[in-house]
């Protein structure tokens, strides 16, 4: 009988090979796509709660996001098959004038791993992109990152701009080491998200999503990812 415990520990330690073995392993068994996906899904909180305790840091966080990503490709023509979809959709973004997109990754894997669909619009976006990917994709999240102090303003700008259309209720999370929750609140987004981990909290408590075992984290809670 497949264990699921082993998955879960295999994506928390980064073993790709593994982590895909074990998935196809379920598969085979018949373990139900849902109780695959719950035990992915669990090991990416351990893995976000651990960052936030400082037990892990930025390359583990990596290794361990990249194993969710390919056990999930091969998961996800039984999830389609199932019926079983992403439980929210988020467009994110490093804003206008800054190519840094590290923590922008990081949060965007840490999104996927936690069921929810990523539309990943780069770096150097500006609102008029931000602004189409949200006509186009409808999503319920709007992630903008910033790592220079001097695309801060471009980030107030570019919030004003979204607060100016039609947002169909999605929140806007913002995050980016020279940001807090005070700035984020002071351009009118919904949160901020100190790093990764944190963004998956902040997500779920947005969406009112049902948390995971760290997911009592609120809105600017966590360290910057840089």
Do not use: C, Y
């Not at 959709?89 to 791993?113: F, P, Q, Y």
């Amino acid at each position: 009988m497949a264990d699921l415990s082993r998955l879960g520990v295999a994506i928390e330690d980064g073993d790709r090979d593994l982590a895909v073995e074990l998935t196809l392993g379920a598969i085979a068994e018949g373990i139900t796509p849902q109780a695959i996906l719950d035990a992915m899904t669990g090991a990416m909180d351990v893995v976000g709660d651990r960052f936030q305790a400082n037990l892990i840091f930025v390359p583990e966080m990596l290794v361990a996001a990249r194993a969710m990503k390919e056990a999930m490709a091969t998961l996800e023509p039984f999830l389609v098959q199932a019926g079983i979809r992403p439980e929210a959709r988020a467009v994110i973004g490093t804003v206008r004038g800054d190519l840094h997109d590290i923590g922008k990754n990081l949060v965007a894997m840490m999104w996927r791993g936690a069921n929810i669909e990523v539309i990943d619009l780069g770096v150097n976006v500006t609102a008029e992109q931000f602004v189409a990917a949200i006509e186009t994709h409808h999503p319920d999240l709007v992630g903008l990152s910033a790592l220079l102090t001097t695309t801060m303003a471009s980030m107030r700008s570019i919030v004003g701009t979204l607060r100016s259309i039609d947002l169909g209720g999605a929140r806007i999370i913002v995050g980016g080491a020279p940001l807090n929750a005070e700035f984020a609140a002071w351009i009118g987004a919904d949160a901020f998200a100190g790093d990764a981990g944190a963004a998956v909290a902040v997500a779920r408590q947005l969406l009112g999503l049902a948390t995971g075992p760290g997911g009592s984290n609120g809105p600017g809670i966590g360290r910057a990812v840089q």
